[in-house]
Each structure stands twice: as C-alpha cells, then as structure tokens.
C-alpha cells in the first residue's frame, strides 16, 4: 500500500547528467563486446566497483534526487526517509516505475520486520548486492516480492536453499518451509522437507520441532526416507508435539495413526501402552494398529502375510540408524584404493526374526570402470589397446549378503547409504542413495563426488563418511485371506 504525497520537482539538477552517463556507459560497453569480437589486441578497462561506489555514495548523501521514499511502521512513530532518484528504483522495480511516474513523494507502509531491512533493500537497487543473515532471509525475501525485483528474489531463494544446514538458536528450516508454501516456492518447499526428512533426528531435539506445523508433520510422517535413530524416538517426539499443541482428536488420531507400530519391539509397545498419556487419551483410534503389531511380532513373518497385507508402509522401515539395522564407515582416502568392509543386521524387524543375523560385505571401489569404458582390443593396429584413463572410472559401491538362507523366503532387501558432509560447521545427512531390491550397488553412487580433490564437499577431513542400512522387506507369498 502506497499514499502518495508532495509534487515531483521541477529538474532533477544533477541526477540528469548522471542518469545520462549510466545510459551512455552501457550503451558504450555493449559496443565495445561487439566491436573487440575477434581482435586479439583488444582489453577491457574495468572500472564497474568505483562505479558501484559512486552509486553508493550517491544513495548515502542524496545528491541529484528526484524522488523521496517515505516508510511507515508499526514499530516507529516516525518514518524513514530516503532521498532516492527515480531511474535506478525504475531499473530495478516495475513497481517503483509505476509509483513514481507522475509524483516524486511515495509513503509506504511496511511491517516492522520489512521495515528494519527497508535501507538494505533501497542500497541492492543502487549497487546490486546485499548481505543479509539467516533470520532477515524471509522479510527480504517478501520486500523482493512485493516490489517485484525478480533478480533479489531469486538470490534470497537461493541463499535460503543453501543455508537449511546452518546452525541458529531457535532453528529455520520449518520456519521457511511455512513460508514457501505461503508463497508458492515449490522448489524450497522440496528442499526443506528433503533436509527435514534426512536429519530428523536433529530436528526432533531442537526448540522449532514445536512449530511444525500439522500439514508438515503429516508429510514427514508418511514418508519412508526419514532418517532417525528409531521409531520409538519418532513417537517420543510426536507425543511431545501432541501434548504442546493439543490439536482436535481427529488430527491427532491421524497422526497417530501414522506412526509404524510394528518396527517397535513388543517391550517398548507394553511400557507405551502403560506410560503414554496420549495413547491411553486415544487409545481407541489406534488399538487396531497396535494389536496388528503384536500378531506381527508374535508370529513367522510368512504365516503373518497369509492373513494381513504386508505390502504396505506399516511395514516398510524408515532409515533408522541403531546398529541392527545398518552400520556407519569412514573410509580414509577414499580416492586411494579399494576398501571392503563387514557387518551384521537382524534378519527383519518382527521379534520372531530377532535371533536371526545377515553378515553383509561391502566393497567400495573409487574407480570402477562401466563396461563401456573398458580396455578392449583395436582393429586399426593390432594387439592396441586404446588408452583408458584413471579418471574415467567412478566410485562404486557393491553389498551383497555372505550367505543364503531359507530363512530370506518372502523377504527382499533394501539398501540405503547415506552421505555425510560437514555444512556450516555440523556433520549432516546431505545425499542419500537407494539400491534397487533385486541390485547390488546403486548406478549413481557419487556419479558427482570428485573423491581426488581434498576440497570435495563429499569429503569431511578427506575421509567419505558413509552409513550403510539394510531395510528388509516382507512379501506375501500366498494371497491374502479376506
């Protein structure tokens, strides 16, 4: 919202010249590509940072304005004045264009959060850059928008999608997700529930894991790639989250409802059952779910999937990191040699299965070549091999069972290893790969890592953190009885 007061005056005195010498420049350096194309004597004198400089300075003292910004806020009795001119606000803004063609006296009003950062946004439509920190992100980001200065809104998206890992007291990931459906930023949306997803476990114990919304949690919750230690601390924090916010019961029974019972041990469901306030409060929205989980547990896995549809996310492991389910590798000098690794997982998550281990071994390989790449014989000149080259080949990672065993009947594996990276100074889960059932290594594995350079962000003190789960799958092998 916009009032408009006051008259435009009658020459803009100084700025004239100076908004000429703009044009006149841009116009000049615009020749100049054209006209050095092909001379090899040709040299650019560069002189763009005293330009900003001046532009800068200019912004600061107010010589030569034409226009002046008058910002109003809650906050403050008094309005901040900016003594601006119209040509670069109109550069930058079609908004400004529109409000300052017929008068030179523009009041806005903005909120209090808007309005403290009101002088960084006039000073990016002077020089172009601005620094900001995590928590101005959003109200710059809404002054881009609002005036729509398309380049600084891009930018502030951009910077909000490469800092989710950055470390701040009360957390903003959630915070940012909220806005990005507000505003409509899908790709932002994606890369918060994508970095919520895969380092859950440090959101859970942070001060915004209260603020997620019930839209937000309901996402997580259904999603099979949420990475956490296991899924009793997935419903210790849900059963926080429910008790804070209080929501209506049938918000509550659905989300409940989505908690996977049978990956908690028989024991952890009894002391719920006796110790958890909120399951006793909704105990009927979910005694199906929990008396499932101990048929699940108390019988074979086979003789289970005659009667019930196992094929269903109840059933479907998240990543969890205890140590049955998978295990953590540090592999030093990763762009070295092979290395080959061991370990054991139980068998499946049903507690008939919990005496039951699968020794899985793992080899890592940082430059295994496809078979497209391999040495083979040239017609051209007999007994050549054509050249190969080190660096052609790319990091693989096989892991296949040590054995077979009646007991794998009705039940496939999934493999998912996670990548860790050190962001912001915190070691976060930052790319995750999933091997198909019927696969042993994953064809993109690091397809993007460069393990050579020491810089690589795949690289925490030149060792590639990995952890390896195995996620065993249960099938149904006789129709299911209805």
Not at 105 to 134: D, H, M, N
Not at 403 to 420: E, H, I, R, Y
Request: with cysteine; glycine share 4%; charged share 20%.
């Amino acid at each position: 919202m916009a009032r408009l007061t006051g008259t435009r005056p009658v020459a803009a005195r100084r700025w004239g010249s100076a908004a000429a010498f703009l044009l006149l420049l841009f116009t000049l350096q615009a020749a100049q590509k054209a006209d050095f194309s092909g001379d090899s004597t040709a040299a650019t004198i560069n002189h763009s940072l005293t330009l900003l400089q001046r532009l800068q300075e200019l912004l600061q003292s107010g010589n030569g304005s034409d226009s002046v910004l008058r910002v109003r806020s809650a906050a403050s009795d008094e309005p901040k004045v900016f003594h601006t001119h119209q040509l670069l606000l109109s550069l930058q803004s079609e908004v400004f264009e529109s409000l300052l063609r017929n008068q030179s006296v523009v009041t806005l009003y903005e909120p209090p959060e808007t309005a403290a950062l009101f002088e960084k946004f006039i000073r990016y439509l002077y020089c172009g850059g601005v620094s900001i920190l995590l928590h101005q992100a959003i109200p710059m980001h809404q002054l881009a928008s609002k005036y729509r200065v398309w380049g600084l809104q891009r930018g502030v998206a951009e910077y909000m999608r490469t800092h989710l890992a950055s470390e701040s007291s009360q957390g903003h990931v959630v915070s940012w997700y909220h806005y990005a459906v507000r505003v409509g930023d899908a790709a932002l949306q994606e890369s918060c529930l994508q970095f919520l997803a895969w380092n859950l476990s440090a959101v859970l114990g942070s001060a915004e894991w209260g603020s997620v919304s019930v839209e937000l949690l309901l996402l997580l919750l259904e999603r099979s790639d949420l990475v956490l230690h296991s899924e009793l601390e997935l419903y210790t924090a849900v059963e926080g989250w429910l008790s804070r916010r209080q929501p209506e019961a049938p918000v509550a029974e659905r989300v409940l409802r989505a908690i996977r019972y049978p990956m908690i041990a028989p024991s952890q469901l009894f002391r719920l059952q006796a110790q958890s306030a909120v399951l006793a409060r909704h105990r009927g929205a979910v005694q199906d779910l929990l008396f499932q989980a101990f048929q699940f547990h108390a019988a074979s896995p086979l003789h289970f999937a005659k009667y019930f549809d196992v094929n269903c996310s109840m059933f479907l492991p998240r990543n969890y990191l205890a140590p049955s389910w998978g295990s953590q590798w540090v592999i030093t000098n990763p762009a070295r040699d092979d290395r080959s690794t061991s370990f054991q997982t139980q068998l499946g998550p049903s507690s008939h299965d919990a005496g039951k281990r699968v020794t899985w071994n793992v080899l890592f390989s940082p430059r295994w070549l496809p078979v497209s790449l391999r040495p083979v014989y040239s017609d051209s000149v007999a007994g050549a091999i054509q050249p190969v080259r080190i660096e052609d080949g790319r990091p693989r990672l096989v892991i296949t069972p040590a054995m077979s065993s009646p007991d794998f009947a009705g039940v496939s594996f999934q493999k998912t290893v996670l990548v860790g990276v050190r962001q912001q100074g915190r070691v976060l889960v930052k790319h995750a790969y999933s091997f198909h059932q019927s696969s042993d290594e994953a064809a993109d594995f690091l397809a993007h890592a460069d393990l050579q350079k020491r810089t690589s962000e795949y690289l925490i003190d030149n060792s590639l953190h990995l952890h390896i789960i195995i996620k065993p799958v249960y099938h149904s092998l006789i129709k299911v009885k209805k």
